[in-house]
């Protein structure tokens, strides 16, 4: 089983930034790809970031890239989500996972999520 925690969501306006954190717990975090998807009302799940066991292997949604940064610290068993250059359209609530695959993107585990509202 594996528990996972997000923080860091809020409002924000157009242009401005925001980071958000997730806390693992309950397997090896070291060896699991993790990432970030998320949900706007009405909307179908959308991938947003990956990132492998190794950091370098980094996958982003073209929606977002160029402008949000996915890192881990496996030392402390935490993903982040640093969001630049923030639009509406980013407005969903985002859900840290443990991502099983990318293409096409499929979870074994998420959290609770936290709301981002990207106001114009």
């Known amino acids: 089983q594996v528990q996972l925690v997000e923080s860091g969501g809020g409002l924000v306006q157009v242009g401005d930034s925001l980071r958000l954190s997730c806390a693992a717990s309950g397997r090896a975090f070291i060896w699991s790809r993790m990432g970030w998807f998320r949900q706007a009302p009405g909307k179908e799940r959308e991938f947003v970031a990956a990132?492998?066991?190794?950091?370098?292997?980094?996958n982003y949604a073209d929606s977002v890239k160029g402008r949000f940064t996915i890192s881990r610290d496996n030392a402390k068993s935490t993903i982040a989500l640093q969001m630049n250059s923030l639009k509406p359209d980013d407005t969903a609530v985002y859900y840290c996972?443990?991502?099983?695959?990318?293409?096409?993107?499929?979870?074994?585990?998420w959290g609770q999520g936290t709301q981002v509202t990207v106001s114009s």
């Open positions: 990132i492998g066991s190794i950091s370098a292997d980094r």
């Open positions: 996972a443990v991502v099983r695959t990318i293409k096409p993107p499929s979870y074994d585990y």
